[in-house]
């Protein structure tokens, strides 16, 4: 019985122990965030490249200076990715990608709490625009809000989805082929099939339509005539042409030896005869 009193007495002490840690916890975390801050929407329309953002914040204190230097850091959770596939054809499929540890986009501005008299307030209407050039795009971010001079985080991360059309991306298939071939002519393709035609068409030799034989193949089959001897040109270059008779040019070499022996002779006759006188 004892036994069982203190087992019981243990749990109900370890319960409040836990409840009394998980108070605490949530206690620091709501203190850690400074005031609150409410979108009045949480799904943007785009217009013109631009999603007008208006939100509501509550400082939590009255502030010390009409103007918060504020940090409204973006960080994209998802990506709307419009592209064209192969099964799509030319209309664009709608992908949300799911993205993680993107480079955040922080856009400093100052928020007033004041009034055009100067009177202060603990709640002020905030609005500004997100546009695509700053980097902004269709998806969905969290937005989180933090004083500059010091960090200090406004309110709780909110989830902003901002709705609009991204650039078309193309994830069709590339398929590299070579170009086909050129279709041929039909009536070329009649005479290859018929050799008769196609010779004729070529202009090998075959009888005309009007019954005349020209070229080598000629009906009568009688031989054709030789093509005529081309005359060799003018101050020639050394070259023999095709049917000519060489020049003999023996007969011209063995006179000229024949009257250099002569003479030869006939000199050493001359100086025998002089000798002898």
């Known amino acids: 019985m004892t036994n069982t009193t203190s087992v019981a007495s243990f749990a109900r002490r370890l319960f409040v122990a836990l409840s009394a840690l998980l108070v605490t916890m949530a206690l620091s975390t709501a203190a850690f965030a400074l005031g609150s801050i409410k979108p009045e929407k949480n799904a943007l329309t785009e217009e013109e ?3 007008k953002l208006k939100l509501t914040i509550d400082y939590g204190s009255m502030p010390d200076i009409n103007f918060i230097p504020m940090d409204f850091i973006f960080e994209q959770t998802v990506l709307y990715e419009r592209s064209l596939t192969d099964e799509s054809g030319d209309k664009p499929v709608l992908t949300k990608k ?6 955040p986009i922080s856009e400093g501005m100052n928020v007033g709490f004041s009034d055009g008299s100067g009177k202060m307030f603990k709640v002020t209407k905030f609005d500004f625009v997100i546009r695509r050039d700053r980097g902004f795009e269709a998806g969905e971010y969290t937005l989180t809000v933090k004083r500059a001079d010091d960090g200090q985080q406004i ?20 398929t590299f082929s ?26 090998d030799g075959s009888s005309s339509g009007d019954g005349d034989s020209s070229g080598s193949g000629s009906s009568d089959g009688s031989a054709a005539e030789p093509p005529p001897a081309v005359e060799p040109k003018q101050g ?11 020049t003999d040019v ?10 250099i022996v002569g003479a030869a002779l006939y000199r050493r006759r001359g100086r025998s005869e002089r000798a002898v006188s």
Do not use: H
């Open 155 to 174: 309110g709780q991360k909110m989830k902003l989805v901002l709705n609009g059309d991204n650039p078309v991306i193309n994830r069709k298939s590339i």
């Open 236 to 246: 020639g270059c050394g070259c023999r042409v095709v049917g000519e008779q060489p």
């Open 178 to 203: 070579d170009d086909p071939k050129a279709k041929e002519d039909p009536s070329k393709v009649k005479s290859k099939a018929d050799p008769t035609a196609y010779n004729a068409e070529k202009g």
């Open 98 to 103: 799911q993205l993680q540890n993107q480079k």
């Open 250 to 259: 023996g007969a011209p070499a063995g006179l000229a030896l024949f009257a």
């Open 49 to 51: 490249g631009r999603w």
